[in-house]
């Protein structure tokens, strides 16, 4: 067994030393960042391979936990026993790789664990308890576990505990719950800090807490899009290691109040009538999308309005990139690079952009700023498939008025390879901010005919077959409603920090080296 040293540290178990013997005659070539646990381990006599030794002498062993990385970026926790005659050279063993594992400085020791119980079929806590909880106390992580009593528990919760003596805050939930728990630490470090949340133009305090949440909900879009998969072991592994990859995240207001905090959809017309209408429908489960979504596709409702925005010129990359966001983006390298520089200049003082603001009005069936591609299982590369994790940008698509036919097959290519932005009725901007202004609050119309169309109504009237909508559509926020149809949209690049590392590239070459390499080579 040797441990080598070649940029990163690898453990490689061979028969280099006929000292040391792995019990299952296998060959394991595992970095020493992707080690769970090392410990001593009671010699069973049920083990096999070993009647030659054990009549011998007495027999010491230890047992080495890793990583194993199996396809669809999906991880797994495997181990590997080694054992010899010797106990000096077996703690000695132990003791060094023991020591390796201290000096990995990124990993989490102690965690604050939110749990929504009635999240995602009401498995959460069971699949907390029974898959996570076992392989954090392997790795000698402590937690401190909330199971929620009701919404927003979380969030009021963030507030009030003394979350700086933790290194990372979980949550077990969907996406709803990733988002309650995150406007709780964002919103607690802005307090701590005595920044107003209310001026959007604050520059906002970056989170240093990871934040990391497991599947269970209906889209588990942030985890499909971040880690390439919603699966809570292989979340749990990548909290254990200690990856770290920053997320942005854009603020939205509504005349100087803010309203939310947004990192994967934000999306109106299409998109915000699905959520407000599935809202409804929440007994039907995740079916509630499809249902509200094949209604909303019917209705064909478009919704007249403005958008400004400020291009993102500091990224290096276009929305329309063959290449998307994968682990170790030189993209969101340079932007952290920027970042950096930006901050030593101005300290926190926000610098407002000299651009000049692009000004769009139109008619259009969606309106949908992603941070993010937003892939998820119904829709494999997502609504933006070059969207940046880091970049400190949102993609910005407006999908303007067409025929039903048109916008069918602009939602086929959500589901295919096909280029989704290659239709004349679809634009794609990559942005740093942008402010949009419906019609209907443009017009700033009287309250009398506020209460008429209330009344009346929600559709127009005068062409009761045109789909023309004269009442706002609602604002899809990471799957709550915002009501709010004049917003003003920032993105601040990664102000949050979650254990991930980003998807990882070639995912099958690696689940096939591994395999290989511990399967074949001994
Ligand atoms: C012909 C098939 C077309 C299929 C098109 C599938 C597009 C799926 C795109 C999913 C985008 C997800 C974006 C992520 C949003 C999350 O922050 C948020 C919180 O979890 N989830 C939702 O708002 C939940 C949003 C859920 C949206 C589901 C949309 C389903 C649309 C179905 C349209 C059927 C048309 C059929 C016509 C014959
Ligand atoms: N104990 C609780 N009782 C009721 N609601 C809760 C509780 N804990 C959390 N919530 C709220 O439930 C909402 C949905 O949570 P979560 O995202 O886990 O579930 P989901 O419906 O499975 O997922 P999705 O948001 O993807 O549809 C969250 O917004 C959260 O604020
Ligand atoms: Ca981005």
Request: proline fraction near 3%; aromatic fraction near 10%; hydrophobic fraction near 35%.
């Amino acid at each position: 067994m040797t441990v080598k040293k070649s940029g990163k540290l690898f453990i490689h178990f061979t028969f280099l030393t006929t000292s040391i013997v792995p019990l299952q005659n296998r060959n394991c070539f595992v970095p020493i960042s992707e080690i769970i646990a090392v410990e001593e381990t009671e010699f069973n006599k049920k083990q096999r391979n070993i009647g030659r030794w054990q009549k011998m002498a007495k027999l010491h062993a230890f047992t080495v936990h890793y990583v194993k990385k199996a396809r669809n970026h999906r991880w797994r926790c495997r181990d590997a026993t080694f054992w010899c005659v010797d106990e000096h050279l077996c703690n000695q063993w132990t003791q060094a790789l023991k020591e390796l594992l201290e000096m990995q400085k990124s990993r989490p020791k102690q965690l604050l664990v939110y749990i929504n119980p009635y999240g995602g079929k009401r498995q959460g806590k069971r699949i907390y308890e029974q898959k996570v909880a076992p392989l954090f106390s392997l790795a000698s992580i402590s937690t401190d576990v909330v199971v929620t009593e009701h919404a927003n528990h979380a969030k009021d919760n963030l507030f009030e505990v003394n979350i700086y003596k933790y290194d990372g805050v979980v949550c077990v939930g969907g996406d709803g719950m990733f988002s309650e728990v995150m406007h709780g630490l964002i919103g607690r470090m802005q307090k701590d800090s005595g920044i107003d949340q209310n001026n959007p133009k604050a520059s906002l305090v970056q989170c240093n807490i990871c934040l990391v949440f497991y599947f269970s909900g209906s889209t588990d879009c942030i985890c499909y899009s971040t880690v390439g998969i919603s699966d809570p072991v292989t979340s749990a592994l990548h909290i254990i290691v200690g990856d770290c990859q920053p997320l942005d995240v854009s603020s939205v207001h509504h005349n100087n109040t803010f309203l939310k905090y947004s990192v994967s959809l934000l999306g109106y017309g299409f998109y915000g009538d699905i959520l407000k209408d599935s809202e409804k429908k929440r007994w039907m489960g995740p079916m509630r999308y499809d249902y509200s979504g094949f209604k909303t596709f019917l209705s064909h409702h478009y919704y007249e309005g403005t958008i400004a925005y400020q291009p993102a010129k500091q990224t290096h990359g276009s929305p329309r990139d063959k290449e998307s966001c994968r682990m170790g983006c030189y993209i969101c390298k340079q932007s952290e690079k920027q970042l950096a520089e930006q901050n030593k200049e101005h300290g926190l003082k926000h610098e407002e952009g000299e651009e000049e603001w692009k000004v769009i009005k139109g008619k259009f069936l969606a309106i949908n700023a992603v941070n993010m591609s937003c892939a998820c299982p119904r829709s494999p590369k997502g609504l933006s498939p070059a969207a940046h994790l880091a970049d400190g940008s949102a993609d910005l698509i407006l999908v303007r008025k067409c025929s039903r036919f048109n916008f069918l097959r602009y939602l086929v290519r959500h589901t295919n390879q096909d280029d989704q932005f290659d239709f004349p009725f679809v634009d794609v901007y990559r942005v740093k901010c942008f402010q949009f202004t419906s019609k209907l609050s443009e017009d700033n119309e009287s309250n009398v005919m506020d209460i008429g169309k209330k009344r009346f109504g929600q559709f127009c009237r005068d062409h009761p077959a045109c789909c023309c909508n004269i009442v706002n559509s609602t604002w899809n926020c990471d799957g709550e409603t915002l009501d709010s149809s004049a917003i003003e949209v920032r993105v601040h690049c990664q102000l949050m920090k979650l254990f991930a590392r980003g998807i990882e590239e070639d995912c099958k070459d690696e689940a096939a080296h591994s395999q290989s390499s511990i399967e074949q080579l001994l």
